[in-house]
């Protein structure tokens, strides 16, 4: 900017500026934090479940080894006290099975190893397999009900991948149901295309603020209830491999209903019915 002033002399004003858009820097510098922030938290979720681990691992181990000794030792035990002493330590056995395969699948997970195979499967005998499984796993207080079409429908997926799922829904339902009903069953949707196979229960529900976090990796919604905390996580992971999702709709004390919903007309599945 110049100004010559009256008298002559020149009194010049020279200014020089540097602009910069350092909104990309910023958005840079916050995604590190939300990194670092969730790196933290992963972190002790994992010492956590570690610690944890220890526990659930020990309590079966030691109920196998203390009942094991009990039947060997004990030289007046009456038959029925001998039954009861064996199905506890099958149980203790299936638990400790089902958290040693809660950490294999993890690490499936985190290698990108885990192998799928598809083939077709009749939805109505599956569900008839699934049901008698479980009907001598689920309390004999709770009634246990099967709910499917009067049609029957095939479908292409990972038979075991989706027991797997639907499994783990069904010892949730048990673990949290103290009186009422379980029900499994699906059910079409032919307007959007879609199978919904469910497990529905009257347990203790869960929070609507904890709906979303049952998903997390090693979240456990009662930390006095045996189990890894990765059941659902593991399960998300199967549900997208086979191209659908899970759902959940709850309401605290009152019960639960978790759904996996799978379309059933794409490229590489397809559903059709005899009557």
């Known amino acids: 900017n110049t100004n010559t002033n009256t008298d002559g002399t020149d009194n010049s004003v020279e200014v020089n500026g540097l602009c910069l858009n350092i909104q990309q820097i910023k958005e840079t510098e916050i995604n590190l934090t939300k990194a670092l922030k969730k790196a933290e938290e ?7 479940f570690l610690a944890n681990m220890s526990h659930e691992i020990r309590t079966p181990l030691n109920a196998i080894v203390g009942f094991s000794n009990l039947l060997v030792s004990e030289d007046d ?18 638990l400790l099975l089902k958290l040693i395969n809660d950490i294999l699948e993890l690490s499936r997970i985190e290698s990108g190893k885990m192998a799928f195979s598809f083939s077709t499967c009749n939805l109505n005998s599956w569900i008839d397999n699934m049901y008698m499984t479980h009907s001598l796993l689920i309390p004999k207080e709770i009634e246990f009900i ?3 079409p009067d049609a029957t429908f095939f479908i292409h997926t990972d038979v075991n991948r989706l027991s797997q799922i639907i499994t783990n829904f069904l010892n949730n339902a048990a673990k949290f149901t103290k009186s009422g ?3 499994l ?31 997390e990796r090693f979240y456990k919604q009662d930390e006095f209830v045996q189990g890894t905390g990765l059941g659902l996580s593991i399960s998300m992971v199967i549900a997208e491999k086979l191209g659908g999702k899970i759902s959940v709709s709850s309401e605290a004390g009152k019960g639960s209903r978790f759904t996996f919903t799978l379309p ?6 397809e559903l059709f019915s005899v009557g």
């Open 77 to 94: 035990l009456s038959d029925d006290e001998k039954a009861d002493f064996i199905n506890t330590i099958n149980s203790n056995c299936e």
């Open 146 to 148: 099967k709910e499917v």
């Open 181 to 183: 009903f379980i029900k």
């Open 264 to 269: 059933y007309h794409n490229e590489s599945e």
């Open 185 to 215: 069953g699906y059910e079409i949707d032919f307007s959007n295309y879609e199978i919904s196979i469910y497990v529905e229960d009257t347990g203790k529900g869960i929070p609507k603020e904890e709906q979303r976090m049952i998903f």
């Open 42 to 48: 992963s972190d002790k979720m994992k010492s956590a």
